[in-house]
């Protein structure tokens, strides 16, 4: 393996978990009350159950008030839309996450758009995308948000940087791309039916990879030092593995993301500094997120 600087992800979620533990406790002393995160949970998927546990723990970690709803695999959408709605108008919920996916008889898009979009903490309500789009302030979802955090950490100012990100879903590629602009960056979005993908990304200082194929970025796609972040997150015989072949990468790369360990990690930490800014903005106090 060559000599690529490994991100630690893990580490610097640790640090924002713990900067937002602090701002929580001042919140709490000025509001009277803690920051509160409701999280819904359809059905039983195994690996949405262990999400939601985490959640779990981390919002009582940071000493902000958790409040889970699980519901059945066959509930009707008209009930999931009514406890969004119930959610919506409870003084006590700054933030309100309905885990996904949905059981198919259930319309995700129907059910994120009930979602009061300045309690959207997972950033996916069509409203925060447009704010984000605009250079509004809005929710970002908290993936592509995490990443940026790590790629200003490591390189500073991003401005005039050649980023190429790989995936266009609405969680991850196409915010990703946005904040990417927003810092002033030339962005390329990249996908499965991209042309001659290994010679684009080539020319990249930045490379986001998050199109769900395992190993997929090869070392010899990559400009010699490019900063690599890699979002996928594949289970495969061996274990889990990311889009990015890593051992091959870090022979080119200048900085890599591991999977796990990397981008992971970031997501809860950001999903907490989220709520936080809901909790400021509907108690009518000012924030400084900008130094989470």
């Not at 990015?244 to 360990?261: E, K, R, S």
Request: with cysteine; charged share 20%.
């Amino acid at each position: 393996m060559g000599g690529a600087a490994v991100i630690d992800g893990k580490a610097f979620a640790a640090g924002l978990r713990e900067r937002v533990a602090a701002a929580t406790a001042a919140f709490t002393a000025k509001a009277g009350r803690a920051p509160g995160l409701a999280v819904v949970l359809v059905g039983d998927d195994p690996a949405s159950q262990v999400y939601v546990r985490s959640k779990g723990k981390a919002t009582a970690a940071a000493g902000m008030a958790g409040f889970e709803h699980r519901l059945p695999a066959d509930v009707g959408q008209d009930a999931l839309l009514d406890l969004v709605r119930a959610l919506n108008a409870d003084e006590a919920v700054d933030g309100i996450l309905v885990q996904l996916p949905l059981p198919r008889h259930i319309d995700e898009n129907a059910v994120i758009a009930a979602i009061d979009p300045d309690k959207d903490v997972d950033g996916f309500h069509p409203v925060n995308a447009g704010r984000l789009a605009s250079g509004l302030d809005g929710f970002v979802p908290c993936t592509p948000l995490g990443c940026l955090m790590l790629l200003r950490d490591r390189l500073g100012d991003l401005a005039g940087r050649d980023a190429v990100v790989i995936g266009r879903s609405n969680i991850v590629g196409k915010p990703m791309a946005q904040l990417l602009l927003k810092d002033s960056c030339t962005v390329t979005v990249a996908h499965s039916r991209t042309h001659d993908l290994p010679a684009l990304v080539r020319r990249a200082d930045i490379v986001v990879a998050a199109v769900g194929r395992p190993e997929m970025v090869k070392g010899d796609w990559l400009k010699p030092g490019a900063t690599v972040i890699d979002v996928g997150i594949n289970r495969v015989e061996g274990g889990l593995v990311g889009d990015v072949d890593f051992a091959d990468a870090a022979t080119v790369a200048g900085a890599i993301t591991p999977v796990p360990g990397g981008v992971g990690p970031m997501t809860i930490a950001v999903l907490l500094r989220n709520t936080l800014v809901a909790a400021h903005r509907r108690a009518g106090l000012p924030y400084e997120m900008d130094a989470l």
